[in-house]
């Protein structure tokens, strides 16, 4: 069984940063052999797509309301990833959650249907 546990998350003012990690356990999870994403979701909303990084190659995708300022990257640590996030948004406010996936693709996957694996969540507040 994997496990996702989120953490970094917080309260800052507009045009802050946090960098929000995401810890897997379980069946010797590496995170280069999963595709990784993350999804964020504020009340009353569906859950939305913000970043992901592909198993196969490393590309990346973004949301094209985070392009820019979010980065997402695998750890040195090899069950880790990250997303760093700079210039925050008020619309940034969100509960931030990690999911992984193990298909073999150097497809970027997107949408939440695509993930087996979920975190619980972080929550990001930014503050104008």
């Known amino acids: 069984q994997v496990r996702l546990v989120e953490s970094g998350g917080g309260s800052v003012q507009a045009g802050g940063s946090l960098r929000l990690s995401c810890a897997a356990s379980?069946?010797?999870?590496?995170?280069?052999?999963?595709?990784m994403g993350w999804f964020r979701q504020s009340p009353g909303k569906e859950r939305e797509f913000v970043a992901a990084i592909s198993r196969i190659g490393g590309s990346t995708s973004y949301a094209d309301s985070v392009k820019g300022r979010f980065t997402i990257s695998r750890g040195n640590v090899k069950n880790t990833v990250y997303l760093q996030m700079n210039s925050l948004k008020p619309e940034d406010t969100a509960v931030y959650h990690c999911a992984a996936d193990q298909k073999y693709t150097s497809a970027v996957l997107t949408t939440r249907g695509e993930y087996d694996y979920w975190g619980p969540g972080t929550q990001v507040t930014v503050s104008s």
């Open positions: 379980g069946r010797t999870f590496i995170t280069s052999t999963y595709n």
